[in-house]
């Protein structure tokens, strides 16, 4: 992987001050969508050096704005670009009335399948429609239904339970949400039928200058893996450099490629409804990889963005129209403001390592308490006879004869037989609360949640529901990953 030359990284930092300045009275001129830090492009070719680039809708002659509205060839000696670019949500809408299904412009790989167990990249959007306007659809204004991605999965890092990560316009959508919304995988757009497609419930969401985010509290009993389909486990999280080759797996466009080119966009976008127009900042662009159409398409909204090393870089939310390029909330702003952590091998191993420490002395204080009450139950037999204590409780616990040794002997097995762990026989060993190490073959099988035991169980005979076995789905999901090492431009 190349790194990025020094003199850029030199000249974007100094630029970077002067841009945050005045990005605010850039962002605030009729037309003006975004503005960033990148390379100057004059009469087509580019120059060499680092500018600030400001995105119109559509590009109108100098000639034919007032004064105040011109954008200035220079700003404290740094150059100016214009660029025309018209920048989208990446949620794919659909009229509740009228066809269930609609094509998304760049699509060539939908996924509308239902996968048990649940990976990121797959599709899915809340149970109720939403009412959209003119702004944000290129249809007549009415109830519509909402199709995104599934990103990854997080620990709440204060109840440690798993929730799966997307975008608060997949999930919540509007102002109208409410912690609870019914959320599915694959969503409605993909499922018309929905049997069978419940996953779980929004538990938190937020919109910000930086994070357009969601997080759904899985359902009890839920299977999942810690990674991306066709990608593989999710390795951890890393802030995101110009430069930087990445692939994100989504809904629509499925395993795309691309590279980051800049990690200081601020973009002005309509969420529609009450949300209304909202601006984000500092927000990381990746252009598509030359050899394809697009890095993301609609439906795409909630994919995680990864690097070469499976790290998680940015949870992509919007791009432009045409393909060329998409943008990403920077993946540690997203965490913050969510509340949770990824989810990963090592932090599932850590996990159940706890879980096990944990259980392991739940069971060392039943059985302390077994000894303590047949210490108490011996003295007190010891106190009644008056003569051998030893032989008074064993005797009396031995004959199960009318008395005090009886009582004390009653006293003893009653006190050991509630404090066996359950699944213990008498004199075994007690059950472990997993059944097997969790530092072997994480994703041979799903996890559940409540987190308690992996999910050992098949997901089923194959084709009866619709449904992605786990035997086609351990294929898919590791096919990305260790065919990767054969992509020669990429490294991975």
């Known amino acids: 992987m190349s790194e990025v030359p020094d003199r850029r990284t030199q000249e974007r930092e100094q630029i970077r001050p002067v841009k945050r300045r005045v990005e605010d009275q850039l962002i605030a001129l009729p037309g003006v969508v975004g503005v960033d830090i990148g390379e100057k492009v004059s009469r087509g070719a580019p120059t060499g050096s680092q500018s600030i680039v400001v995105h119109v809708n559509q590009k109108v002659d100098a000639s034919r704005l007032p004064a105040d509205q011109l954008i200035p060839a ?6 100016t670009d214009v660029v025309e670019h018209r920048i989208r949500l990446q949620a794919h809408l659909v009229p509740v009335a009228g066809t269930t299904t609609a094509a998304t412009s760049g699509a060539d790989s939908t996924d509308t399948r239902r996968y048990r167990p649940l990976a990121g990249g797959a599709s899915m959007g809340p ?93 009890p009993g839920t299977q999942w893996y810690p990674g ?63 050899t394809q159409t697009a890095f993301s398409a609609g439906g795409d909204s909630g994919s995680v963005v990864d690097d070469d090393r499976g790290r998680a870089v940015g949870l992509l939310f919007a791009g432009e129209e045409d393909g060329s390029f998409s943008l990403a909330n920077p993946i540690d702003a997203v965490l913050e403001e969510l509340g949770v952590k990824l989810a990963t091998p090592k932090s599932l191993a850590r996990r159940a390592a706890r879980a096990a420490r944990d259980a392991e002395a739940a069971r060392a204080a039943r059985w302390g308490a077994a000894l303590d009450a047949w210490a108490a139950a011996a003295a007190s037999a010891r106190w009644a006879t008056g003569s051998d204590p030893g032989a008074a409780v064993w005797s009396g616990a031995r004959r199960g004869s009318a008395g005090s040794g009886s009582s004390a002997g009653a006293t003893v097995r009653a006190a050991a037989s509630s404090a066996r762990p359950a699944g213990t026989a008498a004199g075994g060993a007690a059950a472990r609360p997993f059944t097997e190490p969790f530092t072997e073959a994480y994703l041979a099988d799903p996890f559940t949640e409540p987190f308690t035991e992996r999910f050992a169980a098949l997901n089923g005979a194959r084709g009866t529901d619709g449904a992605v076995t786990r035997v086609e789905l351990d294929r898919a999901f590791w096919a990305g990953y260790v065919a990767a090492p054969g992509r020669r431009t990429r490294g991975f």
């Not at 220079?74 to 150059?79: M, T």
């Not at 109840?159 to 608060?168: D, I, P």
């Not at 490629?257 to 927000?283: A, C």
């Open 74 to 79: 220079e700003i404290d000696g740094v150059p």
């Open 127 to 219: 149970f109720r429609p939403v009412q959209r306007g003119a702004s944000v659809v290129d249809g007549d204004p009415g109830e519509y239904l909402v199709a995104g991605t599934l990103g990854a999965f997080v620990t709440d890092r204060r109840t440690g339970r798993t929730l799966a990560l997307t975008n608060f316009h997949v999930a919540a959508v509007d102002t109208g949400w409410r912690a609870g919304d019914l959320q599915l995988q694959p969503s409605r757009i993909d499922d018309g039928s929905m049997s069978g497609s419940s996953i779980g419930t929004v538990q938190r969401a937020v919109i910000s200058d930086r994070v357009d985010g969601a997080a759904v509290l899985l359902s």
């Open 228 to 290: 991306v389909i066709g990608i593989g486990p999710i390795k951890g999280r890393a802030t995101a450099r110009a430069g930087q080759p990445v692939r994100k797996r989504g809904r629509t466009t499925g395993l795309r490629h691309g590279t980051v080119s800049s990690v200081d966009f601020t973009v002005q976008i309509d969420f529609g409804g009450e949300t209304g127009v909202r601006t984000l900042r500092d927000q990381v662009r990746i252009d598509r990889d030359p």
